[in-house]
């Protein structure tokens, strides 16, 4: 896991960034450059640091995860509740009034 974070790091981005091979505007590594792959010095830690690192990343990840969960699902919400409101003015169960319009501006 270690070696996954480091990779996915900005470290890493940067590293394959500037040894890859570049074509219209893309990089990569591929075989013919996987001596570069091989070359990529990656930080080595203690193992005891490096599994605090990955605990560390692993609960930040997660947390994100979860924010961006909630935030989809108030969106999700959000869209239900304007669609619900539109199809009630459209309709006419529901009238617009000149106080909604004040509050809204």
Do not use: W
């Not at 605090?52 to 995860?65: F, G, M, P, Q, R």
Request: with cysteine.
């Amino acid at each position: 896991m270690f070696l996954a974070y480091a990779t996915a790091a900005q470290y890493g981005r940067d590293y394959f960034e500037a040894t890859g091979k570049k074509t219209t505007n893309l990089a990569n590594t591929n075989a013919t450059n996987a001596t570069k792959v091989g070359q990529f010095p990656i930080p080595l830690p203690p193992l005891a640091e490096q599994e605090a690192i990955c605990a560390h990343l692993d609960d930040k990840t997660a947390e994100v995860s979860r924010i961006a969960a909630t935030i989809t699902a108030q969106i999700d919400t959000l869209i239900a509740y304007r669609k619900s409101l539109i199809h009630e003015c459209v309709t006419g169960q529901r009238r617009v009034t000149e106080a909604d319009v004040a509050a809204v501006l």
